[in-house]
């Protein structure tokens, strides 16, 4: 059974950090990572989708990557702001027979001025 | 597009009555997933279909759940009756298919916060 980790659960840094979220799965047998944001009382909104056959992407200041042999995802945030506080999730698609998406539990990111 | 509608937002019932949420996915995606989430049990996939047709159920936690996807623009999820523990926030999300065979980004709607007293 796919299991999603996020460590570490909360965050808080000063504004300007270069941060690194992580994300480990069990079962390396993946279709897709995909990194969602949600912000309080809100849905989620994808930030990155990294394919099985892909090492990373980027989005602006945000860089995935993605080591399936080791069951491994981090989210690189360079330069925080505070509009980046929020709740950062990962999920992967488990690849036979279902286009399930398992989530991580999430990691609370506060940036203060 | 407007992105993925759910109605209502809010609701709040008490506990042996029906409630119906409803979801628009995002015209041309084909694969529509309900979610709850909950501070005990974080995000969980309910059900999702794909071309209308219910494909994986084995998430909705009993038979007082029923999920239906009449047509391609309209989907509707179904607690009857419904009790304190079903309180939480349900999300609607879609995708598609890419050229490549592959599952896109899912598209999330707002959700519905449901409070049954």
């Known amino acids: 059974k796919q299991e999603v980790t996020q460590i570490p659960a909360a965050l808080s840094v000063p504004e300007g950090e270069n941060l690194v979220l992580n994300c480990s799965f069990t079962?390396?047998?993946?279709?897709?990572l995909q990194w969602f944001r949600q912000d309080p009382g809100k849905g989620l909104t994808s930030l990155l989708l990294?394919?099985?056959?892909?090492r990373e992407q980027t989005s602006g200041r945000l860089n995935a990557s993605l080591d399936k042999s080791s069951g491994r995802s981090t989210l690189y945030i360079a330069a925080s702001q505070p509009g980046d506080s929020a709740t950062y999730l990962c999920?992967?698609?488990?690849?036979?027979?279902?286009?399930?998406?398992?989530f991580g539990t999430g990691t609370r990111l506060q940036v203060f001025p | 597009d407007a992105g993925v509608i759910q109605s209502p937002r809010h609701e709040v019932t008490e506990m042996g009555q029906e409630v119906t949420l409803r979801c628009k996915p995002i015209s041309g995606h084909d694969y529509l997933f309900w979610y709850r989430q909950t501070m005990m049990r974080g995000l969980e996939l309910l059900i999702y279909?794909?071309?209308?047709?219910?494909?994986?159920d084995s998430g909705m936690p009993e038979d007082r759940f029923s999920a239906k996807m009449p047509n391609a623009s309209f989907s509707t999820l179904k607690i009857q009756p419904s009790e304190p523990r079903d309180s939480a926030v349900y999300f609607c999300?879609?995708?598609?298919?890419?050229?490549?065979?592959?599952?896109?980004?899912?598209?999330f709607g707002p959700g519905t916060r449901l409070t049954v007293t």
């Open positions: 999920a992967v698609l488990i690849s036979y027979n279902t286009d399930k998406l398992i």
């Open positions: 990294i394919q099985s056959s892909q």
């Open positions: 279909f794909n071309n209308n047709v219910p494909i994986d």
């Open positions: 999300a879609s995708s598609s298919r890419t050229s490549g065979n592959r599952l896109s980004e899912q598209y």
């Open positions: 079962d390396s047998a993946i279709y897709n």
